[in-house]
């Protein structure tokens, strides 16, 4: 077991017991809560956006638990576009909404930026095999840094559940796939049940404080990217919650290390068929009560989330709301973010947009709104009906001359 990195702590969200080598359960031996990482000291303003540092997340050294000398597992991640999505933006209203589209990362989702820091960190320690259940994104973003280190990866999938262009990624990455019974929740279930026991799996989810570290960074880059502003929102996604939780993190460093003067409201949502999150934000309750998941948002199709405690206080520290969107209304804002801007994403990265729709009662016109767009729209091609059929089919120059005369 590593120790944690010098000038850190490791403690329990919970009761705040500390740990000083990384846990191999991820939770608290006395509350079962999930453990995050604590930086002793802050970082400074040019610690942190220092001019020679090098682009995306590694770039963010200084605030990151490792130590100076451990070399990287990194594909180039982070760096991702912040887009200034104006055409949208007038459709709901607002005169400053941002897209930031982290199906840029090499994986083509933001599990990349935690990843590499968790792959990292695993491979100083010594492990060879790492695990995750997933619904698809973790899998293929620790498939493909597991075979940039020249280790195993095996990733629980739910059966029948996962986009096939995840599964094609984690496929050719060269990852062992064991398919579950049941949910994403049954197999994370099972795959931490099983990593207790066997002392060889290093586990790659987001229960791993490692992962929310390189995830936190995303705030740490939009931030630089507004000009050094804090967005008014950020909008996002929330299936297993551990994203909600790192950027609220990251947000959060950055005022209390006097970088920044402000916080924004965190807008987690989730998907009408799992929405367990927005019911114990919505009843004010202090735990998560777990439903059977049912989403065309295969991605956050998640019934328990893990990190729940960690995200329920973000959306309360920031004064944030949590709402949920049916599947219709994130299949037409998927569309129309495509065809509005050129941007396309997967259905979980697209409830922020349909969200939007419902909210613009209460965010105001001139605020600065950012949409946490995490996955790319090629790695689930299934749920877009492309009605080939009805397009016309020509054989020579001729019969598109006639074809366009037709239709001129
Ligand atoms: N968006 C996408 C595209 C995702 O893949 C996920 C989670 C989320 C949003 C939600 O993030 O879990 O941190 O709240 N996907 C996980 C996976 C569960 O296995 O790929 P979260």
């Not at 006395?30 to 930086?39: A, F, T």
């Not at 924004?264 to 068929?273: E, I, L, T």
């Not at 328990?304 to 209304?329: F, H, T």
Request: some cysteine.
């Amino acid at each position: 077991m590593s120790r944690v990195a010098k000038g850190w702590t490791q403690r329990c969200v919970g009761c705040g017991a500390i740990y000083e080598d990384d846990v191999r359960s991820y939770a608290c031996s006395r509350c079962s809560n999930l453990l995050e990482l604590v930086k002793d000291a802050p970082v400074s303003r040019t610690g942190l956006y220092g001019e020679t540092r090098q682009p995306g997340i590694w770039g963010y050294r200084k605030a990151l638990p490792l130590e100076p000398d451990v070399k990287e597992v990194s594909l180039s991640e982070g760096h991702t576009p912040l887009v200034l999505v104006s055409r949208i933006g007038a459709k709901l209203g607002l005169k400053n909404l941002y897209v930031k589209n982290e199906g840029q990362n090499p994986s083509g989702s933001f599990k990349d930026r935690g990843m590499t820091v968790a792959v990292t960190r695993a491979v100083q320690g010594g492990s060879k095999l790492l695990i995750c259940a997933s619904t698809g994104n973790t899998a293929a973003s620790m498939a493909a840094y597991a075979a940039r280190a020249g280790v195993t990866a095996m990733v629980t999938v739910p059966a029948g559940k996962v986009a096939s262009g995840k599964l094609a990624q984690v496929y050719a990455y060269g990852a062992k796939i064991i398919r579950v019974e049941g949910d994403f929740d049954a197999a994370l279930a099972i795959t931490l049940k099983v990593a207790a026991e066997i002392r060889e799996l290093s586990v790659m989810n987001s229960v791993n404080p490692y992962r929310i570290e390189g995830q936190k960074t995303n705030a740490y880059e939009i931030y630089e990217q507004l000009g050094y502003k804090v967005p008014d929102y950020v909008v996002l996604p929330v299936g297993n919650a551990g994203n909600i939780s790192a950027i609220w993190k990251g947000f959060k460093e950055l005022k209390e290390w006097g970088i920044s003067s402000s916080l924004p409201r965190m807008v987690g949502v989730q998907a009408a068929g799992a929405q367990p999150l927005v019911e114990a934000f919505a009843h004010g309750r202090d735990s998560v009560t777990a439903v059977q998941p049912k989403t065309i948002a295969s991605a956050i199709n998640i019934g328990n989330p893990a990190s729940w405690k960690k995200a329920l206080a973000a959306l309360r520290e920031s004064k944030g709301m949590a709402l949920a969107v049916a599947d219709e209304e994130t299949v037409a804002a998927r569309m129309d973010l495509a065809s509005t801007e050129g941007i396309f994403v997967e259905p979980a990265s697209a409830v922020p947009l349909a969200a939007l729709r419902k909210l613009m009662d209460r965010i105001e016109k001139d605020a600065t709104v950012v949409c946490i767009c995490t996955g790319n729209g090629l790695k689930d091609q299934e749920s877009v009906k492309v009605q080939l059929d009805s397009t016309p089919l020509v054989a020579n120059p001729d019969q598109m001359v006639s074809l366009l005369a037709k239709t001129a």
